[in-house]
């Protein structure tokens, strides 16, 4: 599977390191159930059959963090972008 990445260009899966999917904001560790609430961020995910935002590391390029959606069923990249959001012209 390639990857495009924003900085590099098209580079091998391999290049990558899957973090996990692109969900909401960490809870906070200030709230009374942060552990469930932690619990429930880490372990608690769905495995959905279709596109999902997901998080990859770029360790042997650029070093950059990308926010990647790919179709689950087929490996297909729609899109990639940097976690931030930010795209690199």
């Known amino acids: 599977m390639l990857i495009p990445c924003p900085y590099c260009g098209a580079r ?3 290049e990558f390191t899957y973090r996990g999917a692109a969900v909401g904001p960490r809870p906070d560790p200030a709230r009374p159930d942060a552990a469930d609430a ?3 961020y880490v372990y608690l ?3 959905p ?3 999902n935002a997901e998080y990859w590391y770029h360790g ?3 070093r950059s963090w990308l ?3 790919r179709d689950t069923t087929t490996h297909e990249i729609k ?3 940097g976690a931030g959001g930010e ?3």
């Open 12 to 14: 091998d899966s391999h």
């Open 38 to 40: 932690f619990h429930d």
């Open 45 to 47: 995910r769905d495995n």
């Open 49 to 51: 059959a279709g596109d």
């Open 60 to 62: 042997a390029g650029c």
């Open 67 to 69: 926010k990647v959606v």
């Open 79 to 81: 899109s990639v972008t």
């Open 87 to 89: 795209v690199k012209p």
